[in-house]
């Protein structure tokens, strides 16, 4: 790794074009998904973008192999580490919900069976949610397509990601519970911020400054 | 397994075949990452030695009741526990300070203090590590407990520092902060009791997007939120203490900033002024830790290798109040740091290859014992072979020499790169021996 370059993950999918805004924004570097989409790893002066899954963007800081990662704050939620959460960038705004059958008499806590089966993209966060709430759970672990699951009879709920609602209405589903709201984070490797400070701290203020954040 | 010519792969049926693996999280050493592991743990504990510091082994089992004075909750979920036959709740050791805390108010209660003490071990966590995936850890360490004072904390760090030298690595820092320093600004600052543990546990979480919502929906004053935001950042040369100075307004915060200066001039005298950098942000385990704090990183590594810090608290809670400091290094961090280096360190060679065929098995022993006498690799073949034979099983074991041995009288001594000759064996000997090829 270069002494002088600031590496940065990016995550694929629905929060890559906010990420190439607040880069381009920030003066760091200006991309297109398409070319990154190519090359997965482009050299600018100072900085050097990665593009990664997003579910892999913790992975990639806490290890070092990124200085810093573009994330959202669902996939720490399920993957919590070693880094620091040092911005939130106000972009890709979303929400974690239950969400139920349109037919179906769940509602609030109190109409929850004594053991709810949820299908979920995130286990960890999930079950920790039903733990706070003292209800016992079975999470069934899904990698797409999680809506499908309660229509089918797999489970009950659906624990998932919406930001406009319309692919659960699609489906027949209704939000009951909101987890929690998820933007954007800007994360930092532990050593990085210690080691390599200067540099490191001058491309986190910049995204700062691009995100509107404080 | 071997791919097969189609290029498939049949995994092992595992309702037949043991695991080869091992049991996840756990790893085997092989004799390149035995042998560099065993190198650096070797000159840790030399240097801890050189130090004055004492060698102790305790067991890798500790009786819950031991283990639950010393750790936090989070730590002590995280071990291996059991009962033994008595009925006991006993745990694997997920770190070893807090053995040789026990050791010093226990066995050692009647020794003078101050006590130098060191230690080199595995420690074991059920957790699987995020990514890492490893639960059993190698750490070596260094406690020095009954001296309180900025001579007692710069000889750790010192000593710290000529560690991480000793094993190799030639790039390193050390960021020196100080407990005491956070602990004064939260007392100074105006907070419902609630709010200051969600703080706390927003900065233990390194969430500062959590800690700057939560300061924003209280009503302190500018200044003090603005510290609580940004000392964090607070890190550099000396000049950082007099900017720190500027910023707090609380005896606690102040008696650290001072104390922090004082260590940082003995470390300059130490000879190591210059890979210390002062970071007033070090966020650690605030309950454990009661002054000077600090953590070595080497060069492109994403975390700490060593850590350590003041807790004097800590052996009170084993009956024998005294002050105390140490650190310990992840050995598995810095051999995995050596193995990445521009030259990582290979495998020593076996100098000498004896072969023999009938009647030279007893000239090769007695050679073979002659030669690791003198220190040298030597090893002895199983089984006869000819002259072909032996040349071939010397390349597949890469040994320097070959040694042929066929009679008492003389054996066909081969180096690499040169013809075979024949001599006496106790020629051959100590031509080896001298280095003559």
Redesign the interface.
Known sequence: MQEEKVSIAVPTGALLTGALGVLAKSGLARLTADELGRQLLIDRAGVRVILVRPSDVPAYVDHGAADLGIVGKDILWETPGSHYELVDLRFGGCRLVLAVPDASSLNGPDTWPPMIRVATKYPRTATAWFDAHGQAVEVVRLHGSVELAPQVGLVDGIVDLTATGRTLKENRLRITAVLGSSTARLIANQASLKTRSAAVQSVVSKLRGASGGG | MRPRPGGFFTPANPSVTPQLGGVPGFRDLLPLEAEILREAQESLLAEMRRWGYRHVITPLVENMDVLDVGLGLEQRRRLFKFSDARGDVVALVGERTVPVARLVAGKLRSAALPLRLCYSGPVLSTDEG??QQRRETYQVGAELIGASGPVADAEVIALAARCMEATGIRRY?I?VGHAEFFHGIMDAVKLPDGVKAAVRAALV??????L??LLEGTPLKSAEHELLLRFP?L?GGPEILEAAGGLVRNRRSEAALTELAHVRELLVAHGIGDVV?L?LGAIRDFDYYTGVIF?G?G??????IAQGGRYDALLARFGRPAPATGFMIQLDLVSEMLTRAPRPPALPRIDAALAWSDPGLNTALRLGSTLRLFGMRAVVDTQPRSPAEAKAWWRAIGAANLVHCRSDATVSWTSEGQRSRSLPPEQVAGRLAGGVT
């Open positions: 995020r990514f820092q960021d979480a390194r969430d500062f997007v959590a700057e919502s950042a890190r950098v970071d953590e990183y060069p492109d590594f994403g975390r700490p």
